[in-house]
């Protein structure tokens, strides 16, 4: 790619951010600029030149005042040591580390509320885990990633059998999917309204599954037909750079199971780990992919990722946690054994299609 295209690419990108340009203010200046370059004449030409040279000192202005803010930010939050007081930030693929923000005051209950949350001692279960997709014809044939003969590495969280103490780590990927991508899936989830049901507790199939309102509140779509096979896709190529941040060996796949959340007015998933039952502990990796209409209709609804101590034979959260905020067209990336929870979500509409949206899932290991 030449010079010329490399920027002629970066000033795409940068004219369909919306805090460049609005749609509006891109509309009028184009249609101003077209009219000027089409008229004839010396003093016509004259007037084109100054508006052009006005304009793009505009968007210069403003792209310059976006990309110092980026800059500064991702400078700001250098990576800091894992620490029993003061964990590790998130780790960013493709950038430096980013910590997250402040952890914010324990949101109100939903509904009947259950007792809130506290940071400092969070309560845990033997397991609860999100329900599984639906039988083959929905899923993709198990998928097999190479594995090494390398000793498994433990620095991190490369392994949580490797040590007494796990820093909550993750891998966020932002721009996950294409704008394309990302607008198809919107539409498709909110056709499907009506084929979405109540979360379970448990995964359908698993001994013990019901509804548990005191533990977790959300609705869930587990066929999403033609965007399954694209995400899982793109979920593939995003692991390996996902386990060289954390310096773990590649391993055999051997299913990715995969639905879409839907969270209202109130709705909140208590904290548990993905793999702490017999029937799902070869839950390897847990993803996330956040996606919701633009702007924002809802708050709340972080995810928090606690690390984990050794107790007995199980890891159990301790006090510290970050907090991961929904951004649109984000995947984020850690290990299944780790305990986190979702926040309750306060959506003032109600209505569906202003839901915090996610399809997540989980990568299973060969036994």
Not at 69 to 81: A, C, D, K
Not at 191 to 207: A, R, T, W
Request: net charge negative; proline share 11%; hydrophobic share 35%.
């Amino acid at each position: 790619m030449t010079a010329r295209e490399m920027i002629d690419n970066l000033s795409g990108s940068l004219l369909r951010d919306e805090r460049i340009l609005s749609v509006p203010e891109r509309e009028l200046l184009s249609n101003l600029l077209q009219r000027t370059r089409t008229q004839a004449g010396a003093p016509e030409n004259a007037v084109a030149e100054a508006i052009t040279r006005t304009v793009g000192e505009l968007i210069a202005e403003r792209a310059l005042g976006v990309l110092g803010e980026s800059m500064t930010r991702q400078l700001f939050h250098q990576p800091l040591t894992c620490s029993s007081n003061f964990p590790k930030p998130l780790i960013r693929a493709g950038s430096p580390p980013t910590i997250p923000g402040p952890v914010p005051p324990t949101p109100r209950p939903p509904g009947t509320s259950p007792p809130p949350i506290s940071a400092g001692s969070p309560p845990t279960t033997p397991g609860p885990v999100p329900p599984t997709p639906r039988p083959p014809g929905t899923s993709p044939p198990p998928i097999s990633f190479p594995a090494t003969n390398s000793q498994p590495k433990t620095g991190g969280i490369a392994l949580l059998e490797a040590s007494d103490y796990v820093c909550a780590e993750c891998v966020v990927f932002d721009e996950f999917l294409t704008l394309v991508e990302l607008n198809a899936l919107q539409q498709y989830v909110l056709e499907q309204e009506m084929l979405f049901e109540i979360s379970e507790v448990l995964s359908p199939g698993v001994s013990g599954g019901a509804i548990d309102y005191e533990q977790r509140r959300s609705r869930v779509l587990m066929n999403l037909g033609a965007h399954e096979k694209t995400i899982t896709d793109r979920l593939l190529t995003c692991l390996p750079r996902a386990l060289h941040q954390w310096g773990r060996d590649a391993f055999p796949i051997s299913r990715i199971e995969i639905q879409t959340t839907a969270s209202n007015h109130g709705d909140f998933f208590r904290c548990h780990t993905d793999s702490g039952m017999e029937a799902v502990a070869d839950r390897e990796i847990t993803f996330v992919y956040f996606f919701h209409r633009e702007p924002k209709q809802f708050s709340g609804g972080e995810l928090h990722l606690y690390d984990s101590r050794r107790e007995n034979d199980n890891y159990v959260p301790t006090a510290n946690y970050r907090t991961i905020v929904p951004e649109q067209n984000q995947l984020v990336l850690f290990v299944s054994g780790l305990s986190h929870e979702i926040t309750p979500v306060d959506c003032p509409s109600g209505q569906f299609a202003d839901s915090r949206f996610t399809v997540n899932g989980w990568i299973h290991k060969c036994k």
